[in-house]
């Protein structure tokens, strides 16, 4: 059973950086069958997906133009762990932040984690 | 990018009842169209994939059709546990997007 534990600080400061971390059980973060991502919801509204992290032979990364200039999701293979930085916060960046596996096949998130709320605020 | 749009954005039904909720792509997207079902403080979970494929353990008064930019979702006769938010994403291209959801309420 794949699992997906979320921790990370709840409040950030405008102008500083969001950092998340997503540890895996179940899985490898570097499986060459799935691609690990972050996604964000902000209240009363549907998800967003900010990017995504992948082996094939190598890394690669995709990421949502909307934060490419500020995002890096990146993987610790030492720890079977996905993290998620995201720099210059603002008060729009509020949202529940989750991480999720993603099946290239039926092209679906298949399992979650439970979501960190972050609020940017002084 | 693909716009994904729900329809309606609120329903409100009675337990026994039959509900269809619609997703329109703005462009097509074969039939890579996954619906998820989201309770409050929950991550969403997938009901429906590839459009019409129920996910392992869901119970079979759920089903989805379509295909290109056209899709629904259907709950066959209403259980408490049916009343959520449900979300659809389209996966044939990137950015990965989803509808602005479907709040399901009990009338």
């Known amino acids: 059973q794949v699992q997906l534990q979320q921790s990370g600080p709840g409040l950030v400061k405008p102008s500083q950086t969001l950092s998340l971390t997503c540890v895996i059980s179940?899985?490898?973060?570097?499986?060459?069958?799935?691609?690990w991502n972050w996604i964000r919801q902000s209240p009363s509204r549907g998800p967003e997906w900010l990017g995504r992290a992948y082996y094939r032979s190598k890394w690669y990364n995709d990421y949502a133009v909307s934060v490419r200039s500020r995002i890096t999701i990146n993987p610790d293979t030492s720890k079977n762990q996905l993290s998620l930085q995201l720099n210059s916060v603002t008060p729009e960046d509020t949202a529940v932040y989750y991480c999720?596996?993603?099946?290239?096949?039926?092209?679906?998130?298949?399992?979650w984690g439970q979501g960190t709320l972050v609020t940017v605020s002084s | 990018d693909i716009q994904m749009t729900q329809s309606p954005s609120s329903l409100s039904a009675s337990v026994g009842d039959r509900v269809t909720i619609t997703c329109r792509a703005s462009q097509s997207i074969s039939s890579y169209l996954n619906w998820y079902q989201q309770k409050p403080g929950r991550a969403p979970k997938v009901v429906i994939d590839t459009a019409s494929s129920l996910q392992s353990g869901v119970p079979s008064r759920f089903s989805g059709s379509g295909s290109g930019t056209d899709f629904t979702l259907t709950i066959n006769s209403l259980q408490p546990e049916d009343f959520a938010t449900y979300y659809c994403?389209?996966?044939?291209?990137?950015?990965?997007?989803f509808g602005q959801g479907t709040k399901l309420e009990i009338k």
């Open positions: 999720a596996r993603y099946l290239p096949g039926p092209k679906v998130f298949d399992y």
């Open positions: 994403q389209q996966g044939n291209s990137l950015p990965l997007t």
């Open positions: 179940g899985d490898s973060v570097s499986s060459n069958s799935v691609a």
